[in-house]
């Protein structure tokens, strides 16, 4: 039987870049189910110029929330760029005063995430994929502090202020943050200039580190308003 998907599209802070799922029986067909659902919020998504950015299902019975990040597609970020260049009006004042960039902003809008939320909630309905009880629906974009996980996305944030955690210790020292100066192959630099550093930090007496990006274990932007 389809569920009754309750829609709660709305922009916010919520991010990630990986599927989390806390219901705990059942934890293979629960990841095969977030596979399926991941692939409809991609088709859906693409019919509205916009990328999925992260997935998670979570609570139990009645409360369970699925939660997608969306974020607007290269073609949609780059007219977005030209739209700045241009001048047009209506855009947000953090784009045009260029407090924030296209990148960081994602370009996501209430529209986009409402749109999204009315034709992915009928495909889950069509496709059955949320088996069960009733799941409310929640959208959003990845907000200003979202989270970085691939090579890629480390290279399309370069300039940015980010704070990282390591697996193993860099200079002694597992957390950093400062300007993404560079993100090129297996490692990032950071200029560590850029912020105020923990006394670990300070005691390591450098202006710059490079950290593998195999050993980063967690790495998210530091917002700048």
């Known amino acids: 039987m389809s569920p009754a998907a309750k829609i709660d599209a709305r922009i916010s802070a919520k991010i990630g870049a990986r599927i989390v799922t806390k219901i705990v029986p059942g934890a293979q067909s629960m990841a095969g189910m977030l596979d399926e659902i991941r692939d409809a919020a991609t088709r859906a998504a693409a019919s509205h110029g916009l990328?999925?950015?992260?997935?998670?299902?979570?609570?139990?019975?009645?409360?369970?929330?699925?939660?997608?990040?969306?974020?607007?597609?290269?073609?949609?970020?780059?007219?977005?760029?030209?739209?700045?260049?241009?001048?047009?009006?209506?855009?947000?004042e953090r784009l045009t005063e260029g407090r924030?960039?296209?990148?960081?902003?994602?370009?996501?809008t209430h529209e986009d995430c409402a749109e999204f939320s009315r034709g992915f909630s009928v495909l889950l309905d069509?496709?059955?994929?949320?088996?069960?009880?009733?799941?409310?629906?929640?959208?959003?974009?990845?907000?200003?502090?979202?989270?970085?996980?691939?090579?890629?996305?480390?290279?399309?944030?370069?300039?940015?202020?980010?704070k990282v955690q390591t697996f193993e210790p860099v200079r002694n020292n597992r957390h950093w943050q400062g300007?993404?100066?560079?993100?090129?192959?297996?490692?990032?630099?950071?200029?560590l200039s850029a912020v105020r550093q923990n006394s670990k930090s300070r005691k390591a007496g450098v202006d710059t580190v490079e950290i593998a990006v195999a050993n980063?274990?967690?790495?998210?932007?530091?917002?700048?308003?």
Not at 52 to 79: H, M, P, Q, Y
Not at 100 to 108: F, H, K, T, Y
């Open 216 to 225: 980063i274990e967690k790495a998210q932007l530091i917002p700048e308003i």
């Open 126 to 162: 069509i496709e059955d994929l949320v088996p069960g009880a009733d799941y409310t629906l929640e959208v959003s974009s990845p907000g200003l502090d979202r989270k970085l996980t691939k090579p890629e996305e480390f290279q399309r944030f370069a300039g940015c202020l980010i």
């Open 51 to 92: 990328d999925v950015v992260d997935v998670e299902f979570s609570g139990r019975d009645k409360e369970r929330i699925l939660r997608v990040t969306l974020e607007k597609n290269a073609e949609g970020r780059a007219k977005l760029k030209a739209a700045v260049a241009a001048g047009e009006e209506g855009l947000p």
């Open 179 to 191: 300007r993404l100066a560079a993100a090129g192959g297996n490692a990032i630099a950071l200029d």
């Open 100 to 108: 924030l960039s296209v990148e960081q902003l994602s370009g996501i």
